[in-house]
C-alpha cells in the first residue's frame, strides 16, 4: 500500500484528485480537514481512508496528519483577505515532512508568482491578485529552499469543467492560457502521486492550450473563487 496524506483535503481539486486516487486499491489516504461534512459520505466511509481534523498552520496537526506517509499532497489555500497564513502552511509542512522523514511533496500554488505571466493578462492578474500573489510566492520560497523531493503546481484561473485537456510550461518559461479545470490539475496531481520521480524539484505551470487572451473566458464579475483549490 502506498500512503498518501491531503492536506486541505476539502478543497475542489483535492476531491476530485481523492476519488480518482480511490479506484487504485493499493492507495491509503488520510485526508487533514478543518471540517469532515464536505467530504462525501462515500470517501467518509471507505476503508482505505482516515480523516484528522486540525489547523494546517499548527505543526503538532500536521506532524499527526502526515506521519507514516509515504507521499504528501498539499491542496492548502488562503483567502485574499488572509493570504499570509498560507507562509506558517508551508513552514509547517517542510519542516514536519523533514521530521517524519518523508521526502516527497506536491504543493499548490498560483500562476503569476514568479511574474511569469506575460501581456495584459499578466497585468491583470497580479492586480486582481496583489498581495496574494506575493504570499503565495514567499510560501514556495520556503518549499524550494527545502531538501525535499517536491513538485509545485502553478494553475491558470480554474474552472469546473468536465476536461481533461493542458497544457505544462517549466519554471523560467512564460506562461501559456488563461484557464485551466480543476479536473486536469487534479489528473496531474495523482499522475505525480503514482509517478513520484517525475517533475521532482520542479515548478510546473498548467494551462488549457488555446485560452491565451487578456482575461479567463468566463469573466464577466471576477471573483478569486476561480482559484480556490
Not at 476530485?16 to 480511490?22: P, R, T, V, Y
Not at 496574494?132 to 514556495?140: D, F, I, P, S, T
Request: hydrophobic content about 40%; cysteine-free.
Amino acid at each position: 500500500m502506498t500512503a498518501i496524506t491531503i492536506l486541505g483535503a476539502n478543497g475542489r481539486i483535492a476531491r476530485i484528485a481523492e476519488g480518482m486516487l480511490l479506484e487504485h486499491d493499493d492507495i491509503k489516504l488520510t485526508l487533514f480537514v478543518h471540517h469532515d461534512n464536505e467530504l462525501s459520505e462515500d470517501i467518509r466511509n471507505n476503508a482505505n481512508v482516515t480523516i484528522v481534523k486540525g489547523d494546517a498552520k499548527n505543526p503538532d496537526d500536521v506532524l499527526n496528519a502526515i506521519n507514516g506517509a509515504d507521499e504528501v499532497y498539499a491542496n492548502l489555500a488562503a483567502t485574499q483577505d488572509s493570504s499570509a497564513d498560507i507562509i506558517p502552511m508551508a513552514k509547517a509542512v517542510v519542516d514536519m515532512m523533514d521530521k517524519a522523514g518523508i521526502k516527497r511533496l506536491v504543493w499548490i500554488s498560483s500562476l503569476g508568482i514568479y511574474n511569469e505571466v506575460p501581456g495584459e493578462f499578466g497585468a491583470w492578474n497580479a492586480n486582481i491578485l496583489g498581495d496574494y500573489l506575493v504570499n503565495y510566492r514567499k510560501a514556495v520560497d520556503v518549499i524550494e529552499a527545502s531538501d525535499l523531493d517536491y513538485t509545485i503546481i502553478r494553475p491558470a484561473w480554474l474552472t469546473d469543467k468536465d476536461e481533461v485537456d493542458f497544457e505544462i510550461t517549466e519554471k523560467g518559461e512564460l506562461f501559456r492560457g488563461t484557464e485551466v479545470s480543476r479536473k486536469s490539475v487534479a489528473s496531474e496531481v495523482v499522475k505525480l502521486l503514482l509517478s513520484p520521480d517525475e517533475e521532482v524539484r520542479a515548478s510546473i505551470g498548467l494551462d488549457k492550450p488555446g485560452t491565451d487572451g487578456d482575461k479567463p473566458e468566463w469573466y464577466r464579475s471576477a471573483s478569486t473563487e476561480h482559484l480556490s483549490e
